[in-house]
């Protein structure tokens, strides 16, 4: 084949294409009963009903409609699987290694996406679906398991140069409760002191004037992020004439979208 | 179709898969014997000799061969269009809006890549591949115009944070180089003294003991980065049991790779 005189846009019919969907959440409880462990993030699993791999745990997902966008195939997992709408929703990778799936070349684009713990607390879980601690997962099928990792990596990095924490937490928060996050994700015990001192001087948060009352701990003042919070890195939708895609629309419920 | 009891893996023979690559290199020349004018991003592209789109410009690029791998689709590309084996090469994004191309639904997947300047002078490009100025580019094929619009906000965004400017210059470089490389990708002008105050109080590049002599100009400093020059952020190659990917091999040609 002549690359450079038949360009882009043909297709081979034996690759196939798919979309998972790598969901966090940040829970306390470790459903066993246990009360008040720290905080960890969690993922929801489903058990594969057949083969390859039938039994092992698997990311939501599925072949890509030829009627859906990338985005609306991810949200449509989401929704089957959690019942749930994220606070973020963004593009992760295409993962396309040979031999990632036993019998037949399959691509995957990966999204990733945060929901809030009061959300993931009122999921209602679909069948063979379950939650289940990203430092203790069950054997994975296919690369799953990789994906996985390189989701929880990419947490990391950008919890360092953003507001992503903003997806974990409400509107207004206490500096406890953005450390708690931080502990979550980083999986290792901050100081205090040295956290606030960090995040003060950041400049991405803001005291507030309210105080967060109730509870077992003294009343603890609310901070807000100073600017709005970003969306994902995504392609600027349209064909704008502006070489700069918008990326700081003010938002709450942060969706990705694909270029219209 | 139930997402939540059939996951992941299987295929709608209905969507096709392409990998295409933007290459970005930094160039002086305008092509029509200019001399000396600022130095400015280009990219290769390629003439569409068959519909849709036919006659039109379009990325490098080609469907997903069934015994490839993504990373290796999109070097194959490289090569066969340019000759060129770029020092840095990572995936963008996939792009799979509905009608992105008339006829068939294609997703694509697309890597950039940037290559040095003194590469891309000895370059031998393929028939009907030509490279143009990013700010002056033709009409494009399907939604080329958007992916290198994106491709170039992922440049000036990833320019502020890290070594990216290494893949267009050598191991060492002048701060009027360096500088040159941010004008070019930044399309502005930065004052000479300031942008030296910020590189120097930046923690990223150390001066050497050597000078740069020849030329028009008087000898001047070089410079080299305080760091091994990191890869780009891929997924960890195998199933490691780290959590974290390695992502700082020293390396002076990157490449990204698809998880073995």
Known sequence: MQRSTTPAEQTDPQVGLAVSTVIFTLRADDGFGATDPAPGIWLPLVRRIREPYDGLWALPGGPLGAAESLADAASSTLETTTSLRPRYLEQLYAFGDLDRSPAERVVSIVYWALVG?????????????????????????????????????????????????????GETFTLSELREVHEAVLQKQLDPANFRRQVESSGLVLQTDELRTGGRHRPARLYRWTQPVTRPETPSPGRSTSRRPTTSTPTTRQQSEEPA
Chains 1, 2 share one sequence.
């Open 117 to 169: 713990s009061d959300e993931a607390k009122r999921t209602r879980l679909g069948q063979n679906v379950r939650w289940f601690p990203a430092d203790a997962l069950p054997p994975l099928a296919f690369d799953h398991r990789d994906i996985v990792e390189y989701a929880l990596w990419r947490l990391r990095n950008k919890l360092e140069y953003s507001h992503i924490a903003h997806a974990f937490l």
